[in-house]
């Protein structure tokens, strides 16, 4: 029995809702695009992107044109639901919130019919598919699913996790290969002919339970080895050593490959899904565990250094008090060359300087148009003309960034651009 899907549904439209949605619809499939937020929706209906993302705009841009694209708060029937919201998490304990997933689930139930194919893409703690579906099997108590029914169920369910890098999500969802974990081979069966529609990597099927793991896995191994290169900045650091150096002569060996140290980690997966892994296995994810907190603690470790900058620039010029020091950030985005600011370590870092800093704090960010209202008494720039300061920290290796000379004052360099 082939699978068709002539309209499909993507719920929220966010950094990989969107793009998904968009690339569904360049396949001239009809595509329905649920999100909360009515000035996304609205956006969207008018041919323009909310976020910033290559090629994205021209994508939906023309899928709204041709009508195979339309926005909408509220969800309609179609032949298969996407369900790509945001997965954070709660407390200091970092708590998987799925209350996000709960809402989706909860607001395609009405409209699921059967045949129906609901996909979940959203990165999520072991379990949250099982999870999804005793959502929809209590809300459509009249319609069977797989953990009823197997193969036979009226509805069909899948964790297909999302593997995009931002800046290059257009191109990555089409030639990435893509896990599809099915909660029957049937269920995968049919997630499989969803994703061919316009993906040319390879489609593996596994299990629900393992592709969740699989995702958290991918980024949990990022993120170990970003704490070591960051641990390595700490030391090098106190030893004296340029660590970028060092790096640079250990990737030298032929089975070394040390990654660049940075400011923390920032972003919805890397700084997230591992506390989903150490949430279901505490006692046992003790290296994934160390390397969050090593990766947490760095900003506080860079915030220290401006203050033995602004002390240092203190002692050289003993006329001055800490109110006439003016701090310059570089780069706010949590990676180079976007314009997403969520969980961004370098973010976190420029406001915790305005915050203890009397004086002038300057934050230069070229990949956005304005900061938020809660981001203190920063004073925002588009572009380095003009930024007198006396205290320079570098954040982010934005390419507008990689070719200024090392201005001259005392300079926090967590990105190696201005190394003498």
């Known amino acids: 029995m082939a ?17 998904t949605a968009a690339m ?29 993302e290559p090629d994205l705009d021209i994508a939906v841009h023309s899928a709204v044109t041709e009508g195979y694209l339309r926005a909408t708060s509220h969800p309609e029937r179609a032949d298969a639901f996407l369900i790509a919201v945001p997965t954070p998490f709660r407390g200091n304990n970092h708590e998987p919130d799925l209350s996000y997933i709960e809402a989706a689930a909860r607001a395609i139930a009405p ?17 949250a598919t099982d999870q999804l579906v005793l959502w929809l099997a209590a809300a459509r108590p009249d319609l069977s699913f797989p953990h009823q029914c197997g193969d036979a169920s009226d509805i069909r369910v899948a964790y297909c996790p999302e ?4 800046g290059k999500v257009m191109m990555e969802l089409i030639h990435n290969d893509r896990v599809i974990g099915g909660m029957t081979p049937r269920c995968s069966e049919a997630a499989v002919a969803l994703y061919r529609i316009f993906v040319e990597g390879d489609c593996v099927v596994t299990s629900a ?18 704490a070591f290169a960051n641990e390595l900045s700490i030391i090098c650091d106190k030893l004296g050593i340029d660590v970028w150096e060092l790096i640079g002569l250990a990737n030298r060996h032929p089975r070394v490959s040390i990654l660049q140290p940075g400011p923390g980690v920032g972003g919805h997966c890397i700084a997230v899904d591992p506390w989903f892994i150490v949430s279901s296995a505490p006692h046992e994810a003790r290296l994934i565990q160390t390397a969050r907190e090593v990766n ?32 310059a950030c570089y780069g706010l985005s949590f990676k180079a060359d976007i314009n ?34 809660g981001s203190g008494k920063l004073k925002f720039l588009r572009n380095v003309d003009g930024v007198a300061a006396d205290v320079h920290v570098m954040l982010v290796d934005h390419r507008q960034f990689k070719d200024m000379a090392r201005p001259s004052g005392a300079v926090v360099d967590v990105r190696g651009l201005w190394r003498p």
């Open 3 to 19: 699978f068709e899907f002539q309209t499909v549904s993507v719920i929220g439209l966010g950094y990989i809702g969107l793009p």
């Open 24 to 52: 569904f619809a360049s396949r001239r499939l009809k595509v329905i695009g649920v999100d909360v937020n009515p000035r996304a929706v609205d956006t969207i209906n008018r041919g323009e992107i909310h976020i910033v």
């Open 111 to 127: 409209v699921l019919r059967p045949g129906n194919l609901v996909v979940l893409e959203s990165t999520s703690p072991v379990g």
């Open 163 to 166: 593997r995009v890098l931002p």
């Open 209 to 226: 339970r393992t592709a969740e793991m699989a995702k958290l896995t991918e980024n949990s191994f990022r993120d170990v080895n970003i």
């Open 296 to 327: 947490d603690a760095k900003p506080a470790w860079v915030v220290t250094k401006v203050d033995e900058a602004v002390a240092g620039h203190l002692t050289e010029f003993p006329d001055k008090e800490p109110i006439d020091v003016t701090i």
């Open 340 to 373: 997403d600011l969520r969980e961004s370590p370098a973010l976190a870092i420029a406001e915790a300087i305005a915050y203890k800093h009397p004086g002038r704090v300057v934050a230069v960010e070229p990949n956005i148009d304005a900061l938020s209202s």
